[in-house]
């Protein structure tokens, strides 16, 4: 059998002689299995010995210390899947932290569930948690908001093959939702993130923020007063003189129409409604 094995020359470069093997050892391997195994072992030990003391054993919480010293790596590995979604990577392994210190109180040795097993769906349960509580610029009920996701997939796969944007129509069939329920999900998705209202915006000289180019003069506040009085005014008129005001300014009709409406003459309904204007205009000058 052929050999290939590697030796030094005399100026110590690995060169190869031909017909050997290699045979590199594999003591390093098996020092490390051995390591983690060591580690695992204690680790086993320490949530043993964790579950078997009372709850307001003194030692306990020195025992919860160390083990999340075993796992924060596990935990600061989860966290990182998270980041780049606008949260501070901080935030994450705190909530991750958090979803490990439940499992460590909550985990049974004698069940015979590894404990990795019964702490991942934990701590992400715990990482997702905080996205779905504490990220939110404004609070949006939790079934909108398990959706967003759906709704992200969704329209980046839909833009992707069609090259437009889907319609609140497709989006309802494809998360099974009807139109209306669509429509809500789509603004609940909006609501994930805000500007702030001081952001810089434009490229004028003096700085703008984004406050000073919202919205406009509503012209229509002047005359809420106006609105407000002569609907006061109003109910203190006659019957027939409100039909005859509402008839002429409302339903556009003229005087001669509702003459006949009204089985009066026109002269009538135009004496009618100068006296009813009249009437309005000193209600509203009180």
């Known amino acids: 059998m052929a050999l290939n094995l590697r030796s ?28 983690l195994e060591q580690r695992r072992a204690e680790t086993d030990e320490l949530l ?16 919860q210390r160390r083990i999340v010293e075993h796992y924060s790596s596990f935990v600061m590995q989860q966290a990182r899947r998270y980041r780049n979604r606008g949260e501070p990577l901080e ?26 097993a019964y702490a991942t769906p934990m701590v992400l349960g715990e990482i997702k948690r905080h996205f779905r509580d504490r990220t939110w610029a404004v609070h949006v009920p939790r079934r ?5 996701s ?15 944007a889907p319609t609140t129509a ?6 099974e939702l009807d139109e ?9 998705a909006s609501a994930y993130s805000a500007m702030s209202l001081d952001v810089p915006v434009g490229e004028n000289e003096e700085p703008v923020t984004l406050a000073d180019v919202q919205g406009e003069i509503d012209l229509n506040l002047e005359n809420v007063v106006d609105r407000e009085a002569l609907a006061a005014a109003l109910e203190s008129l006659p019957a027939r003189e409100l039909k005859i005001l509402l008839l002429r300014f409302f339903g556009n009709k003229t005087q001669s129409e509702i003459a006949g409406l009204m089985g009066i003459s026109q002269m009538h309904v135009s004496r009618l409604l100068s006296k009813a204007l009249a009437r309005l205009r000193a209600e509203m000058s009180r």
Do not use: C, W, Y
């Open 91 to 116: 935030d994450i392994v705190q909530a991750g932290m958090l979803g490990l210190v439940k499992a460590i109180q909550g985990f049974d040795p004698s069940v015979g569930r590894p404990f990795l």
């Open 8 to 35: 030094s020359d005399e100026k110590g470069d690995i060169v190869s002689i031909p017909g050997a093997v290699s045979t590199r050892p594999v003591v390093d391997d098996h020092r490390e299995i051995s390591v």
């Open 48 to 63: 043993a010995a964790f579950a078997a003391l009372p709850h307001d054993h003194p030692d306990r919480e020195d025992l």
């Open 144 to 148: 909108l908001q398990e959706k967003r």
């Open 170 to 175: 497709e989006i309802g069939k494809a998360l």
């Open 180 to 188: 209306e329920e669509a429509g809500e999900v789509i603004i609940a």
């Open 150 to 164: 759906e709704l992200n997939r969704f329209t980046a796969d839909f833009a992707q093959r069609t090259g437009r």
